[in-house]
Each structure stands twice: as structure tokens, then as C-alpha cells.
């Protein structure tokens, strides 16, 4: 399929420092059609506006993946749209500065991390999947994290460095959803995987602690949406190299 024809939507795109906004960008360069979406519509708009004055083929749309509501919204206007969707990249995630330990942890806190990390990227999934299933080649990139490895002696879930509990516990949860995924899906054609950007600098002072550029750390991500026919699907991969998790 050439990609002018392609249809790719990406969730949680609502600051131009974020890595979702990048992938907009480096997906509408190769020509594919992208919808920008976020919870708040205006920054949607906003930020999908920005592209197009780049010249790309970008259109923002809102998207609350907690939402079956929004969902379901999400799922109608693409069909209407364009009667198929090819790329689904689940970049929106949960995120939490509860820093505690596991066993005393703030366990709202943490359900709300797992509902939209795993559940939400969930839901959506499910919703899109019959407008995938109508694509040739339909790919579905789960935007991961190293903290979510168990193999990861520096980040993951028992390293040196860990993130919060309750963030480490959802990508660990999002890194299975992707393998039991992609096993299902493993005749359909569709390709399932997790990806991590690395450490990249979303947020003030982060260049200064050693994170990369936003365009550097979307680049797998992009790589896994756009994934050849005879790529992998099932996996966990950074800097295009699959990770043991
Ligand atoms: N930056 C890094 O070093 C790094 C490293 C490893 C992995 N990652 C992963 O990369 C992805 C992007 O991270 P980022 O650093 O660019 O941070 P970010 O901009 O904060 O991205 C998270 C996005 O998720 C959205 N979101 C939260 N709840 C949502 C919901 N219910 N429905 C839809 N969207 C929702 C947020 O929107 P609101 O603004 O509306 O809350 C935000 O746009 C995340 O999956 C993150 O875990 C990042």
C-alpha cells in the first residue's frame, strides 16, 4: 500500500514537546495521512494545525481513551472518513509522581495509571481493530517503557533506576497486553508490538540529565508503525533492536 493511502491515528498528542505530537510529524513526512488526537480538543486542533503549516497531512481530532464514549466517537469518524484505519499507535499513558514504595502506594492513584495505560490503550484497541482487520497491512505500535522490563538491569521494574511503582506495573501490563495481542492476531496480518523511546527529553531539563532529542526517541516507534509485511509483530523493542522483557 503506498503511503498516501495510509491512515494512522496517534493518542495522547496534546504538548509540542511530546512524543506523540513527533510521530505526527514523522509519519505525515512519509506521506501517510495522520489524525492528532488528544483529550483536550482545542490542543488537538492547535497542535494539528502547526503540522499543516508544515505542509503535512495532519488533522486533529479529541480522544479520551478512558472514555467508551470517546471511543466509540473516534471509531465513527474514521469510518466515515476513511472505512479503515492502518496505523494505531497507543502512545497516551498514564502517568503518576507517587514515588513510594510498592507496598505503600497510593493504589487510586495507581488504578488510575493502569486505566489508561493498560485499559484505555485497551479499549481502544478493541474498538479500532474491526476498522484494522479492513486494512492490507494494519499495525499496532503500543508506546512502552523500559521500566516495565524485568530484564532491564539499569530501568526496569527491579532495577537501579526505577520509575514509580504503579508506572513500571502498567507497561509490564501493557508489554503482556501486546504479546497476547499479537499472538491472536498472528494470522491477520496485523502487527502488534511494544516499543520504548528511551529517555527523552519531554520535559524541562530533561536534554540536561542525558535524555535525547523528542525526534530521536519517536524514530521506533515510527519504525513499528511502518513495519514491512515480513517484520516482526509480538515484541519489545528499542532503537529497533528487540528487548527481553
Ligand atoms: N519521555 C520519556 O523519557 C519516555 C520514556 C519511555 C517511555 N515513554 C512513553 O512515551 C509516551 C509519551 O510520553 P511523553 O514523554 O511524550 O509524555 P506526555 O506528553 O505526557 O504523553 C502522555 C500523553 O498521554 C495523554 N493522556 C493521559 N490520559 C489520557 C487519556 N485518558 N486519553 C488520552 N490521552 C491521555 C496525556 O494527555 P493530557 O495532557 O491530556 O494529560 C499526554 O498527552 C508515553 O507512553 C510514555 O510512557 C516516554
Not at 48 to 53: K, N, R, V
Not at 151 to 165: S, V
Amino acid at each position: 500500500m503506498n503511503n498516501a493511502d495510509r491512515v494512522a491515528l496517534v493518542t495522547g498528542c496534546s504538548r509540542p514537546e511530546g512524543i506523540g505530537f513527533e510521530v505526527c510529524r514523522q509519519l505525515a513526512q512519509q506521506g501517510i495521512k495522520v489524525l492528532l488526537t488528544a483529550r483536550d480538543e482545542s490542543k488537538a486542533l492547535a497542535l494539528a494545525f502547526t503540522l499543516q503549516s508544515e505542509g503535512l497531512n495532519v488533522t486533529g481530532y479529541s480522544l479520551d481513551i478512558s472514555s467508551i464514549e470517546s471511543v466509540r466517537n473516534a471509531v465513527n469518524h474514521i469510518d466515515s472518513l476513511y472505512g479503515r484505519l492502518d496505523i494505531l499507535v497507543n502512545n497516551a499513558t498514564g502517568s503518576t509522581r507517587d514515588w513510594s514504595a510498592t507496598s505503600s502506594a497510593d493504589l487510586e492513584t495507581a488504578r488510575q495509571v493502569m486505566d489508561v495505560t493498560v485499559f484505555g490503550t485497551w479499549r481502544l484497541t478493541q474498538a479500532m481493530l474491526p476498522l484494522l482487520q479492513r486494512s492490507e497491512n494494519g499495525r499496532i505500535v503500543n508506546v512502552s517503557s523500559s521500566a516495565g522490563l524485568h530484564a532491564d538491569p539499569e530501568l526496569g521494574l527491579t532495577g537501579r533506576a526505577q520509575a514509580p511503582p504503579a508506572y513500571g506495573i502498567a507497561k509490564a501490563a501493557l508489554n503482556a497486553l501486546t504479546a497476547k495481542l499479537a499472538d491472536e492476531l498472528r494470522d491477520s496480518g496485523i502487527k502488534v508490538n511494544a516499543v520504548c523511546p528511551g529517555f527523552t527529553a519531554t520535559r524541562p531539563r530533561m536534554a540536561e540529565l542525558g535524555a535525547r532529542p523528542v525526534a530521536e526517541g519517536a524514530k521506533v516507534i515510527v519504525w513499528a508503525a511502518t513495519l514491512a509485511d515480513d517484520g516482526p509483530s509480538g515484541g519489545f523493542y528499542r532503537d529497533n533492536q528487540l528487548q527481553a522483557w
